[in-house]
């Protein structure tokens, strides 16, 4: 198995075009951006017709520094967040094509910007400043990504490590209700369904003083542990949306009935297979029911899980791999993104993903070996490069967005980089 590190042809853009300069020192947030935050999110979070809670555990006496990590399942996430931490100073952690979204603004605030599922000393450094110079809180969505399924994903190792060098207090802030109000695969229509947070010190500085990094680690898992569905569920939230199932296809992709790939629609509140023709209803708590058959899964996570060890099984038996020729288009900084043309993808259990193209002039290759991807970005109708579906490849330098004319692939490529990094580093 290819174990190099990763493989880079630099990407030689046009005059006028720079990369940012990742690993830039954050600023400290100044106060009007800290009260400002917390009235817009306050003034946000008012419009939810379901309403919100947020409840506070083990916070009694705890002032900053301390890191904050917390869940990720839409934008809402940032409301909860300077509400539940105010009036305190937070610096968070933010993706590039959030940083996109308003540059200037997020800097002002103290926003750290890097790319995704890279290894980013200046992150690292970043968080030593707002910690121990800054006296502020350092929050991090160590998931880096929407959750699919509405249940935990992958979360890394390092986080231990950050946690462990640091010293400081640890909080966990579980959102709930954020998915199923907008579910990552749905478009852009609310459901009234309510939110609600738990913001928890897990660990006291003199804990993880005394704890290995791989107890922290356990400690993190733990806490992290949620399934929207299954909340959902306990406390009988009842959506009514007409469209309530619409794309959920793309999160589940295989039929169980025929265990055909890439079939799988819906329209209204029904999920079915275009290829065998059984049919499911999502019913208003979230969980499916067969309208001919066996139901054989009626909570969601449940089929997705079984996704998951389906493309494990493909692996470890040599017959998954991908390879597709797709649109690339790159991030090099937080302001600019460039059309890179046409490039071939390939995926696999031995060399994990490896971009290949030309532009301006150059050839290039970018690479990410297996035991060096952990997990993988993924966009359902990307909202900023014109609503395709694509999967994004960084390295230290930039982002790669490639988007896949393949129906409903970028959720078995993202289970496939999971299961290749576990069984790469077994």
């Not at 720079?18 to 935050?37: C, H, L, M, N």
């Not at 947020?54 to 967040?81: C, R, S, T, V, W």
């Not at 992958?154 to 010293?167: F, H, Q, T, Y």
């Not at 992290?224 to 306990?234: I, L, P, V």
Request: glycine fraction near 6%.
């Amino acid at each position: 198995m290819n174990n190099s590190r990763d493989f880079l042809t630099e990407i030689v853009y046009p005059d006028g075009i720079e990369r940012s300069a990742v690993g830039k020192v954050p600023a400290k947030q100044p106060d009007k951006i800290t009260k400002g935050a917390y009235r817009l999110s306050s003034a946000i979070l008012s419009l939810v017709r379901a309403g919100y809670k947020i409840e506070k555990i083990n916070m009694d006496g705890l002032k900053p520094p301390y890191i904050l990590l917390a869940n990720h399942m839409q934008f809402m996430d940032f409301a909860m967040l300077f509400r539940a931490t105010y009036p305190h100073k937070v610096n968070v952690v933010a993706a590039f094509n959030v940083f996109h979204l308003f540059p200037k603004i997020m800097e002002k605030a103290g926003c750290i910007c890097t790319h995704k599922f890279t290894t980013d000393t200046a992150l690292v450094r970043s968080c030593k400043k707002v910690l121990k110079e800054y006296g502020d809180v350092f929050c991090m969505y160590p998931e880096a990504r929407y959750t699919p399924d509405g249940t935990q994903s992958v979360l890394p190792d390092a986080i231990g490590k950050l946690v462990k060098k640091n010293g400081v207090p640890l909080v966990v802030m579980l959102n709930h209700g954020n998915y199923l109000n907008l579910p990552f695969w749905a478009d852009y229509t609310y459901r009234k369904s309510p939110f609600n947070a738990t913001v928890k010190q897990v660990l006291t500085a003199e804990q993880v003083e005394s704890m290995t990094v791989d107890e922290i680690n356990a400690v993190i898992r733990e806490e992290m542990t949620y399934d929207d569905f299954k909340w959902q569920k306990d406390n009988n939230i009842i959506i009514k949306h007409k469209k309530r199932a619409e794309g959920l296809h793309k999160v589940l992709y295989q039929c169980p009935a025929c265990n055909t790939e890439h079939k799988m629609n819906t329209k209204g509140i029904h999920l079915f297979c275009e290829e065998c023709g059984k049919k499911w209803e999502m019913t208003t708590l979230g969980e499916l029911k067969a309208l001919n058959g066996e139901t054989e899964f009626s909570h969601i996570p449940d089929w997705y899980k079984w996704e998951r060890e389906n493309v494990r099984n493909e692996l470890l038996q040599g017959k998954y791999s991908y390879k597709e020729e797709v649109e690339i288009v790159s991030q090099p900084n937080v302001n600019d993104y460039v059309p890179l043309g046409k490039g071939v993808v390939t995926h696999d259990l031995e060399n994990g993903f490896v971009i290949e193209g030309h532009y301006n002039g150059h050839d290039y290759r970018i690479a990410r070996p297996t035991k060096g991807l952990y997990s993988l970005h993924i966009e359902y109708g990307f909202n900023q490069l014109e609503g395709a579906d694509c999967f994004e490849i960084s390295t230290t330098n930039d982002s790669f967005y490639c988007m896949t004319k393949k129906k409903d692939i970028v959720t078995k490529l993202a289970l496939a980089t999971e299961e290749a990094f576990k069984i790469a580093n077994e």
